[in-house]
């Protein structure tokens, strides 16, 4: 999930792995895999650096839990 800001300045998260793509309009227009599309103030380069951001903590968590001996919780 990645914390973004709308264009009014509220805050909004996003699942990352529903973003299908992200076009610049002069901000940035993000659409999900769903077919809605959401409107924010980041530009692309912010929206990527977050979405790497997310997924290596997600790939450090499981890393962390593997040299622990521990598996990663199953999902629900």
Sequence with gaps: MIELTRLNGSK???NSDLIEFVEASPDSLITLTTGT?????EKI???????V???CLIHQR????SERGEDPPANS
């Design 53 to 55: 951001h997310f997924r």
């Design 62 to 65: 499981i890393k962390d839990l």
């Design 12 to 14: 909004l998260v996003i």
């Design 37 to 41: 599309k959401v409107m924010v103030q």
């Design 45 to 51: 380069p912010e929206i990527v650096a977050a979405v």
